[in-house]
């Protein structure tokens, strides 16, 4: 933590406060093992405010002021490791899935293609599409603008996109178009962010 570090040093004097979200943001250990961390800070001379559970840590703490964030620092402790087997058993599940259906274990990006056993190949027009994208946001044009214009060939030729489908970035990457270029009128920052 560089903050203890800069306590220890005395480059945050005694009588500061430390503002934290909530009991676990100093260390995200059970109470016996993270104790040591709050001891350090509080002997400095620094006050631990947490916001969550509006609760102040002093220096002269009694035992039920650290035993009420005891509480809530192994309440969150707990938290956090069930949270971590839940995604443990969750990415287990899709990469078992995936090898039973023969794909790829992993998540990838549309911008590129991928056959289990071949080479990952980049989709040549997407990264220029994407470009395409970031050069709009950069002279102004808000994400309902540059949906018009990623969906306006596509539209030309009666196929029913919404922007609403366009959002997850899906159906950009997905349906081939080439890339319109930006328009001299009708485009300014103003107009429909």
């Known amino acids: 933590m560089n903050s ?20 676990d943001r100093v260390s995200r250990q059970r109470f016996s093992e993270a104790y040591p961390t709050y001891q350090r800070i509080l002997s400095a001379g620094i006050e631990i405010h947490f916001l969550s559970i509006r609760d102040v840590l002093k220096p002269e703490h009694s035992f039920t002021n650290i035993l009420r964030v005891g509480v809530e620092i192994d ?3 707990c938290e ?28 990838r990006s549309s911008l590129v293609e991928a ?20 050069e709009w946001a950069a002279k102004g044009l808000g994400q309902y603008l540059i949906c018009d214009k990623l969906l306006a060939p596509i539209l030309r030729h009666g ?16 349906v081939p178009f080439s890339v319109p ?13």
Do not use: Y
């Open 4 to 23: 203890l570090k800069r306590i220890e040093s005395k480059t945050i004097p005694r009588g500061s406060i430390l503002i934290v979200e909530s009991p």
């Open 181 to 193: 270029e930006v328009s001299s009128g009708n485009t300014s920052p103003t107009q429909r962010n």
């Open 159 to 174: 196929d029913r996109f919404t922007k609403a489908s366009l959002r997850g970035g899906r159906i950009a990457m997905s």
């Open 115 to 134: 056959a289990k056993g071949q080479h990952i190949q980049v989709i040549p027009e997407r990264p220029a599409i994407v470009k395409k994208i970031f």
């Open 80 to 107: 956090s490791v069930l949270k971590s087997e839940r995604v443990g058993e969750a990415w287990s599940k899709k990469r078992e899935t995936c090898k039973r259906q023969n794909g790829h274990e992993r998540p």
């Open 75 to 77: 309440r969150a402790n």
